[in-house]
């Protein structure tokens, strides 16, 4: 089975703290991809990272960070220094390698980055 | 350029319109896709076309039926909806039909069925 979990539903931080976004996913696939896409209140989910089942390197881009970590099916994602403009529901997702073409996305973890 | 744009951004029909969606993208990709997303839910696939021709339909009632009239555009027609059909509805795309690439999604058109 497919499945992609945050179990955070609702996060809520002061600006400049640092926070973690966990996503817990199951497949049987050997290869597979994980996304994050944000998604602000205007409603576009916007494409944040690809990382596929064999780059357990983990990745830094700016302040957004993310860890992959095979043994325990996780890749979570961290925003280091937040900021109000982090504020959206963020959304983890897997893909498969074959030609399925379905995202199976997690629920939604809700960040709200208070001044 | 990375956009996907759709039209229009807002629409309220009653259950005996029909009406259309329109999604479009210049960035020579050959898999778009709609789907549809209910409030503080994930978006959920309703049909992927890959080199305009419909690769899946996720048993989505016949009300509403997909057209891509060529690579860059894809529309969505609406007909007989149900108050349940408000959504979201969202529009991507990505360069071939495999979930191994990521998809570009647009700012979707909010729909209310009266």
């Known amino acids: 089975a497919q499945k992609v979990t945050q179990a955070q539903t609702e996060i809520s931080v002061v600006e400049k703290e640092d926070v973690t976004l966990d996503c817990v996913y199951e497949t049987r696939d050997t290869t597979y991809y994980l996304f994050w896409y944000k998604q602000p209140p205007s409603g576009e989910l916007v494409f944040l990272i690809r990382?596929?089942?064999?780059?357990?390197q983990n990745e830094i881009s700016g302040r957004y960070s993310w860890n992959f970590q095979k043994s325990t099916s996780s890749f979570n994602f961290t925003i280091t220094a937040s900021q109000v403009v982090d504020s959206a529901v963020y959304f983890c997702?897997?893909?498969?390698?074959?030609?399925?073409?379905?995202?199976?996305f997690g629920s939604g973890t809700r960040l709200l980055v208070r001044p | 350029d990375t956009e996907v744009t759709q039209t229009p951004k807002h629409l309220v029909m009653g259950m005996t319109n029909k009406k259309s969606l329109k999604c479009e993208q210049h960035m020579g990709h050959r898999a778009m896709y709609w789907y549809k997303q209910k409030a503080k839910k994930p978006p959920e696939l309703m049909f992927v076309y890959s080199y305009e021709k419909l690769s899946i339909n996720e048993s989505v009632p016949s009300r509403f039926s997909p057209e891509c009239p060529n690579s860059s555009l894809l529309n969505l027609h609406l007909h007989a909806l149900q108050p349940e059909d408000s959504a979201l509805y969202l529009c991507?795309?990505?360069?071939?039909?495999?979930?191994?690439?990521?998809?570009?999604f647009g700012p979707g058109t909010r729909l209310t069925v009266t």
């Open positions: 997702a897997l893909g498969r390698m074959d030609s399925s073409y379905k995202l199976i």
């Open positions: 991507a795309s990505s360069p071939t039909g495999t979930a191994s690439y990521e998809q570009y």
């Open positions: 990382r596929n089942s064999f780059d357990e």
